[in-house]
């Protein structure tokens, strides 16, 4: 079973409108993090935004904000008034175990979202 | 220089060649990451090294070797590769806090 899904395999979007990216996740682990990347056709990965477990409030940062419903298994990213340089691949990742003493670990990424947006 | 960076970021290689790529981090993190992103599939986690020594391996072919001499430095030696494995390696960094995972440009391999 996949541990990380986005069902949203492309998207278009009129500039300046507000964007939401889906990612469900699962995991029998108390203690994990969701991390969003985004990845521009030169293909670095660039951190965007982080949410762990427990943290009481939804992370933001800047025009990005991170939709966490844990019940749900969900952790949808939300860019607002979204702009042209946006357009990338965007990819939901998940770390298990975090703070467990387990030493480093790696991510688990979803599929990614194609996002386009249009002027 | 700040940040993660791979040189080189392109390769084309015979299936024969011998090649390796190269993996340096300035952010002071001590674990370092071999990530393959391979067309229509998700990243897939190839190596971690904490504190220089090797801690999981997704069982990857040995063709890949990778090698870890220093907390600033990682490579990935590659040895008889097949057209399959082309795709793109990054290569990422973290610290101890486990909520960070930076990643570098990534050389964009050709197996022909």
């Known amino acids: 079973a996949q541990k990380i899904t986005q069902t949203q395999p492309g998207m278009f979007v009129q500039e300046k409108e507000a964007v939401t990216l889906d990612c469900t996740y699962d995991t029998s682990d108390p203690s994990y993090g969701l991390f969003w990347y985004k990845q521009p056709s030169s293909g670095e990965m660039i951190f965007l935004i982080y949410q762990g477990s427990y943290d009481q409030q939804n992370a933001t940062e800047g025009r990005y904000s991170l939709n966490f419903q844990k019940a749900r298994k969900s952790a949808n990213l939300v860019i607002s008034a979204s702009q042209l340089g946006d357009s990338a691949m965007y990819f939901c990742?998940?770390?298990?175990?975090?703070?467990?003493?387990?030493?480093?670990?790696?991510?688990?990424f979803g599929k990614g979202t194609h996002l386009i947006i249009q002027p | 220089e700040t940040g993660v960076t791979q040189t080189p970021r392109h390769l084309v290689m015979g299936m024969t060649n011998k090649k390796s790529l190269k993996c340096e981090q300035h952010l002071g993190h001590n674990a370092m990451y071999w990530y393959k992103q391979s067309a229509k599939k998700p990243l897939e986690l190839m190596f971690v090294?904490?504190?220089?020594?090797?801690?999981e391996n997704n069982s990857v072919p040995s063709r890949f070797s990778p090698e870890c001499p220093n907390s600033s430095h990682l490579f990935l030696h590659l040895h008889t590769l097949q057209p399959e494995d082309s795709a793109l390696y990054l290569c990422a960094s973290g610290p101890a806090s486990y909520n960070e995972q930076f990643f570098g440009p990534g050389t964009r391999l050709t197996v022909l």
């Open positions: 990742a998940m770390r298990e175990g975090i703070g467990s003493g387990g030493g480093a670990d790696g991510l688990t």
């Open positions: 090294y904490s504190l220089e020594e090797r801690v």
